[in-house]
């Protein structure tokens, strides 16, 4: 606490407004608390009306949340968050532009299209998250998908099953997939595939199996310690509701975190995603 305050003061002599901001609440902060990631944020438009962008700011600011990787249905729920709170949002591009195109966006051109003005426009980490299972994965849109995020260098954020994950791969080896709810899979059916692809992260998101309470679930402890660079958490707001949810899932993480070593713990709490997003073009500090 000390430490962080004469950091902060020192920092307030000489930098500008957006950096003293950030020290103030990194000063306001207990020494203590686990700096965390959530990789699995929605804002979309149906969540706009009840929950206005400042009121959804104030909830991940009181999750104590250190960054925030979101992707909306339409994007614009991204960019009013991106907007608003710069220091913290994370954004992706969903190919959706409304809920209802999750089971119909693979054979849809004009998703194409609409891609490629956004990109042009706006910067990301990444695509997704999208729903794609299976041989769909091999239609032109989804091909044509991983090519964008090649020639734009964003990783890919797949809800699928493994076999679409594998597809994808095959599409453009040197891809990079963050797999959404580690395809809700089996520990060992995870492991399968993280150990055949280098470039295979994965979050824990709208999952509990991995852990009970505060204590970590053996089968997945040994994954986490097999794999220390591949997971993150995220609590995945896909209904409005659910952003209600958020800071309890930030307090649970940082509990069952707490069941790792140290550097596990943080590992997957936020460096992980850290570096996932230091594999794209998008500088996150600013
Ligand atoms: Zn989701």
Do not use: C
């Not at 407004?17 to 929605?42: E, N, T």
């Amino acid at each position: 606490m000390i430490r962080y305050s004469l950091f902060a003061i020192l920092l307030l002599a000489a930098v500008p407004a957006q950096a003293q901001q950030q020290a103030q609440q990194l000063a306001q902060q207990p020494a203590s608390i686990l700096p965390l990631i959530d990789a699995h944020v929605h804002y979309s438009h149906d969540a706009w009306d009840n929950l206005p962008t400042a009121d959804a700011i104030a909830i991940l600011r009181r999750a104590n949340l250190r960054k925030v990787l979101v992707s909306s249905s339409s994007d614009e729920g991204t960019q009013r968050l991106y907007q608003a709170a710069p220091d913290i949002i994370v954004p992706e591009l969903r190919p959706y532009r409304r809920r209802g195109e999750i089971g119909s966006w693979f054979r849809d051109d004009s998703i194409i299209t609409h891609m490629e003005a956004r990109l042009a426009q706006y910067r990301y980490v990444g695509i997704g998250e999208f729903h794609l299972y299976g041989a769909d994965a091999d239609l032109p849109v989804p091909r044509r998908m991983v090519a964008l995020a090649r020639q734009y260098k964003l990783f890919l954020h797949a809800h699928s099953d493994g076999d679409a994950v594998e597809r994808l791969f095959r599409h453009d080896p040197d891809t990079i997939i963050l797999w959404a709810h580690s395809g809700f899979d089996r520990p060992d059916a995870v492991r399968a595939l993280l150990k055949r692809y280098p470039n295979l992260w994965a979050d824990l998101a709208f999952r509990n199996d991995h852990a009970s309470g505060s204590k970590v679930d053996p089968a997945w402890r040994a994954l986490f310690e097999e794999f220390p660079d591949r997971f993150m958490v995220g609590t995945d707001t896909f209904t409005p509701e659910r952003w209600y949810y958020i800071e309890e899932h930030a307090k649970w993480s940082r509990a069952w975190l707490a069941d790792l070593p140290a550097p596990l713990a943080e590992r997957i709490a936020f460096r992980n995603a850290e570096a996932l997003f230091a594999r794209t073009g998008f500088r996150i500090d600013r």
